[in-house]
């Protein structure tokens, strides 16, 4: 992407990018992210004038807010790192503190009540994964007992936030898992080599406020065969809306132009359209 301002740009927009990735509100955001939103507002106005750069400033502080937000209400990582570990260690069952830390984010929170029929009901779809990928995972790698898997899976986590990524790690280690989370902007750098499956929960949305056409962008360039894409059903004053009904049309039509059967799957707090790339994807 060609940098605001000609063709070398000028150098304030990465003082920004440094200016805000050093920041403590975002310092364990990924800088690819922040840079990401710091181009695409920086485009929106005409940088020679006097006065836009604080335009672009506000503008890209509103969007990192807006990407931020996601992570509001999290668990305190250091205190949830503690409890796996003292759970490994026979103090309580792991099940329990794996289903208490997921309780603490409005996303995995939803999904308690469906974590067994929901992934198995994926599974089933999908085969068994020997590779997955978790885009945008958040907490939900920590729902790995519920979903079936033997822990020779290749589990590959990605999140744009560094204290989730930590958390996710430590978790896969005292597992006996490959500690594979990155700190990755899926968007920015999609994930490489081939893949099973992917889940892409909750974040389709999102995507699309941050840009329009990411959540498709993210689907076509992530390498699997199968790809759930997933919806809430409930917004977070539990009253029930259809985000999926704004996408489905549109994402059911970029599926069929490219040869991609698209399935349909409905649970009570989420609807998942299963994306069907096909063996061979790369």
Not at 99 to 104: D, G, K, Q, S, V
Not at 146 to 158: D, E, I, N
Request: with cysteine; proline share 5%.
């Amino acid at each position: 992407m060609s940098k605001p301002g000609g063709s070398d740009g000028p150098v304030e927009w990465e003082h920004l990018v440094r200016r805000l990735a050093d920041s403590k509100k975002y310092r364990c955001l990924c800088e690819d992210t922040i840079r990401d939103v710091v181009e695409q507002e920086c485009a929106r106005h005409d940088l020679r004038r006097t006065g836009e750069w604080k335009k672009a400033e506000a503008g890209a502080r509103k969007r990192l807010h807006r990407v931020w937000a996601s992570y509001l209400g999290a668990p305190d990582i250091d205190s949830a790192e503690k409890r796996l570990s003292a759970a490994f260690g026979g103090k309580e069952p792991v099940e329990e503190a794996c289903r208490e830390i997921l309780t603490e984010h409005q996303s995995s929170r939803e999904r308690i009540p469906i974590l067994g029929t929901f992934f198995q009901g994926i599974f089933r779809r999908t085969g068994t994964p020997a590779i997955l990928l978790d885009l945008a995972c958040a907490l939900n790698p920590l729902a790995f007992r519920w979903m079936g898997l033997p822990r020779s899976t290749k589990y590959r986590a990605f999140d744009i936030n560094a204290k989730t990524v930590g958390l996710i790690n430590h978790y896969f280690r005292l597992e006996g898992m490959e500690a594979a989370a990155e700190l990755r902007d899926v968007l920015c750098k999609p994930p490489m080599g081939p893949a099973d499956a992917a889940f892409l929960f909750k974040m389709y949305h999102c995507l699309e406020h941050r840009r329009r056409g990411a959540g498709w962008e993210v689907v076509a360039a992530t390498p699997a065969e199968w790809i759930a894409v997933s919806f809430p059903t409930r917004n977070l004053a539990n009253r029930r809306i259809d985000i999926a009904a704004n996408y489905e049309q549109q994402i059911r039509s970029d599926a069929a132009e490219r040869g991609w059967p698209c399935g349909r799957m409905d649970f009570d707090s989420e609807v998942v359209l299963l994306v069907h790339k096909g063996s061979g994807t790369e």
